[in-house]
């Protein structure tokens, strides 16, 4: 009976152990290829049988493994969001005096509360360096969801333009 046991131990040992995967010790940096060629989106399948998709990747790097995770899936993120929901706001200035020209540009861009959801897939690769940990991911959706998303955002914005239209509106009443 003990031998039963024991062997049955060993075995969900092995068995636990075979589901671990070794986190890649490197010397120096990289990126994988999917990160540096991060589509915005593409079709995948062939003919009748083909989706589209768009995709938004993100890094992160920190002494702590779930640190570096968090900070590439929320640049991810908001790399989806700042193309569902993003204002900008940019000027040129040039003055001109005494014959010398000074420009300046401005941009501003911000990205406003975006839900998000249903995405498809997540592909990640990670690995430490010299103590860090470096992580990588690649979000992936259909074209679907993300025009989607993008008509909620639109719609939201109309209706706290007509919210604040109105609440002027009727301030002005008093």
């Not at 068995?15 to 079709?43: D, F, I, L």
């Not at 470096?134 to 998303?149: C, D, P």
């Not at 939201?156 to 919210?163: K, M, N, R, S």
Request: hydrophobic share 35%; aromatic share 12%.
């Amino acid at each position: 009976m003990k031998k039963v046991i024991a062997v049955a131990l060993a075995a969900a040992a092995i068995t636990g152990c075979s589901s671990m995967k070794e986190v890649e010790n490197r010397k120096t940096y990289a990126q994988p290829s999917w990160y540096q060629e991060c589509e915005q989106h593409a079709t995948e399948g062939y003919f009748w049988w083909s989706k589209e998709y768009v995709y938004a990747c993100g890094a992160g790097e920190s002494k702590f493994q779930q640190a570096a995770e968090a900070q590439s899936e929320s640049f991810a993120l908001n790399s989806f969001a700042s193309r569902i929901n993003t204002k900008v706001n940019s000027a040129t200035t040039t003055d001109i005096e005494d014959n010398k020209r000074t420009t300046r540009t401005t941009v501003k861009s911000s990205v406003d509360n975006t839900r998000i959801y249903d995405q498809v897939e997540a592909k990640k690769m990670a690995y430490t360096k010299d103590g860090v940990f470096y992580s990588f991911i690649r979000l992936k959706m259909t074209k679907e969801t993300y025009e989607r998303l993008k008509n909620e955002a639109r719609g939201q914005l109309c209706v706290l333009t007509q919210l604040r239209t109105t609440c002027g509106w009727q301030l002005s009443l008093w």
